[in-house]
């Protein structure tokens, strides 16, 4: 048996000029993980399976910009920088359709693609 618990605060300033928004603000993301999933994580990372610089608590903060074009009513590309740590510098681009979202990122050494959508769509 094992839990976790997350926090998140992220605030942000933007500025809509017709179908464009700029923006900037900052992001603090704090938690920490007990039980099973922390031993099952630590046994991986000592036997070379994965990566992992996360203790039982972690911390991450960032400074972030970023700019968004409206295409049209249902589709939005949004851009983000994020200056902070983990990964010092984190670009993300996302496509949203409707209620699915499209990203690529890149953090420290490792790129990240991923998708989301409502639980409503399945």
Avoid: C
């Avoid at 839990?3 to 500025?15: E, Q």
């Avoid at 809509?16 to 099952?40: A, V, Y």
């Amino acid at each position: 048996m094992g839990g976790g618990l997350l926090g998140n605060i992220k605030v942000g300033l933007n500025f809509r000029f017709s179908n464009f928004k700029l923006g900037s603000g900052i992001d603090f993301l704090s938690g920490f993980e007990t039980g099973e999933f922390l031993d099952f994580r630590n046994s991986a990372k000592e036997k070379g399976i994965i990566y992992s610089d996360i203790d039982w608590a972690s911390a991450n903060f960032s400074v972030f910009l970023f700019g968004a074009y409206h295409l049209n009513n249902n589709s939005i590309l949004k851009i983000q920088l994020n200056v902070g740590l983990p990964g010092i510098l984190s670009p993300i681009m996302s496509y949203q359709i409707e209620e699915k979202v499209f990203w690529i990122s890149y953090s420290g050494d490792r790129g990240i693609v991923g998708f989301m959508t409502s639980l409503e769509n399945f």
